[in-house]
């Protein structure tokens, strides 16, 4: 039987505004000298899962991956580096374009570096049964709705709250389907590929545990966390990271 080709969509398009420093959040260096950039590509580049890599970043960031992170750490599933779009969505939808000949696709955050193994066998179970699925966590802390003025609307049941992380990953042709569909709605209406799923009505999502630790690196208070998490990462996933050096 012919093996499901998996292709990993790495987002990292984004100017990082909320770090309030002038390099783009992906490409600062988390531990080790390497940028943040580099953990969820060497994670995706040692799965054996995943087949393929498209790598979706700034156009003032194509030069700097090919060099500094495919090229130097041999990186050879990254078959295209492509510049991203306006919005997120955009982005995204430039790696779909860039897709060939894949069965299923895993939209990953570039600013999410602690992705691991087990995780992605988790999601490609989910794909498998599903088409449709995301990882993320039980909330921990009761979420309250507001309303526009500030003021408390609802209480979702906590049991049922989940804070949604990447990968997010698809059947190929149902996520493009979906993202066609929603060209026609305003983008704060879709923020993650998931919503777009779910607002296309093409599929249900089946969320997936997802870790604590694969948390998405968005203001200076994150990056102090992610380094603390690099330190105490597990010997294992820290080998395959150094087997990669040049």
Request: net charge neutral.
């Amino acid at each position: 039987m012919k093996k499901e080709k998996c292709t990993a969509i790495v987002v990292a398009a984004g100017q990082g505004t909320r770090m309030g420093m002038q390099t783009q959040k992906q490409f600062i260096d988390l531990g080790e000298g390497r940028p943040i950039l580099y953990y969820p590509l060497a994670c995706f580049q040692a799965s054996a899962i995943i087949d393929e890599i498209i790598l979706v970043t700034s156009p003032e960031g194509v030069d700097f991956c090919r060099s500094e992170i495919v090229e130097r750490y041999h990186m050879d599933k990254v078959t295209r580096i492509i510049p991203g779009g306006k919005e997120r969505r955009d982005s995204v939808n430039e790696g779909l374009r860039a897709c060939a000949d894949t069965d299923y696709v895993f939209i990953h955050d570039g600013a999410r570096p602690f992705v691991t193994e087990e995780i992605l066998e988790r999601a490609m179970g989910a794909v498998r049964r599903h088409k449709a699925c995301a990882v993320g966590v039980p909330a921990k802390d009761t979420v309250k709705l507001l309303d526009e003025e500030g003021f408390v609307d609802g209480t979702p049941d906590r049991e049922k709250t989940w804070l949604v992380q990447t990968p997010q990953c698809f059947a190929y042709p149902l996520i493009c389907r979906a993202h066609e569909k929603m060209r026609e709605m305003p983008s704060k209406m879709v923020t993650d590929d998931a919503m777009a799923v779910e607002a296309s009505g093409l599929a249900k999502v089946k969320m997936v545990m997802g870790a604590y630790t694969n948390l998405k690196i968005t203001t200076p208070e994150d990056l102090e966390i992610a380094r603390i998490f690099l330190k105490k990462s597990d010997p294992k996933n820290l080998k395959l990271m150094v087997d990669m050096d040049p």
